[in-house]
T-cell receptor, first 114, second 112 residues
Framework: AQSVTQLGSHVSVSEGALVLLRCNYS??????LFWYVQYPNQGLQLLLK??????LVKGINGFEAEFKKSETSFHLTKPSAHMSDAAEYFC????????????FGKGNQVVVIP | NAGVTQTPKFRVLKTGQSMTLLCAQD?????MYWYRQDPGMGLRLIHY???????AKGEVPDGYNVSRLKKQNFLLGLESAAPSQTSVYFC???????????FGSGTRLTVV
């Protein structure tokens, strides 16, 4: 079964600094990988996803993530944090074939310090 | 706007009461899911459906039942609510690989 590890439940970043959220996955078959963002009192929204092809994927709001098969990682980055980036971020993995189940990490709560 | 709609948004129940949460999607998605979200626990899958008339258990199905009589609707029932079911419940739908899920805005349930 696939699984996701996100370390550090709370991440503090200064406004204008790099945002880096780490995601490592486990999957017995080629994975599909996703990052979702959850703003306060809202549902989850898709930030970006990797399916096939280019390993560096760009998403909304200036975020990007790189799929590294050798490291089983899909870390999320943004060069310069904005106050509006304060939210919870979830990494998720699914199998590239078979069922459509997503396995979610436990999330990172990002706090942006002015 | 197209999407996933959950009703109600908030509810307070007394222990032992029953209720049904409704999830409706207008995107003709085959797959639908119910999750609960608790602090420090992330999202946990309760039940899911791979098409009209089908349901299956997820990670934490005990105390919940579901039905998918129409493709666009997925109902989550609590027959006898317990304080441990206090949580935020999210519904999601999907058209399948590799599109990911579309989530509703959640139902905040408190059982006292």
């Amino acid at each position: 079964a696939q699984s996701v590890t996100q370390l550090g439940s709370h991440v503090s970043v200064s406004e204008g600094a790099l945002v880096l959220l780490r995601c490592n996955y486990s999957s017995s078959v080629p994975p599909y990988l996703f990052w979702y963002v959850q703003y306060p009192n809202q549902g989850l929204q898709l930030l970006l996803k990797y399916t096939t092809g280019a390993t560096l994927v760009k998403g909304i709001n200036g975020f990007e993530a790189e799929f590294k098969k050798s490291e089983t990682s899909f870390h999320l980055t943004k060069p310069s944090a904005h106050m509006s980036d304060a939210a919870e971020y979830f990494c998720a993995v699914s199998r590239s074939y078979g069922n459509n189940r997503l396995a979610f990490g436990k999330g990172n709560q990002v706090v942006v310090i002015p | 706007n197209a999407g996933v709609t959950q009703t109600p948004k908030f509810r307070v129940l007394k222990t032992g009461q029953s209720m049904t949460l409704l999830c409706a999607q207008d995107m003709n998605h085959e797959y639908m899911y119910w999750y609960r979200q608790d602090p420090g626990m992330g999202l946990r899958l309760i039940h899911y459906s791979v098409g009209e008339g089908t349901t299956a258990k997820g990670e934490v199905p005990d105390g919940y039942n579901v039905s998918r009589l129409k493709k666009q609707n997925f109902l989550l029932g609590l027959e006898s609510a317990a304080p441990s079911q206090t949580s935020v419940y999210f519904c999601a739908s999907s058209q399948g690989q590799p599109y990911g899920y579309t989530f509703g805005s959640g139902t905040r349930l408190t059982v006292v």
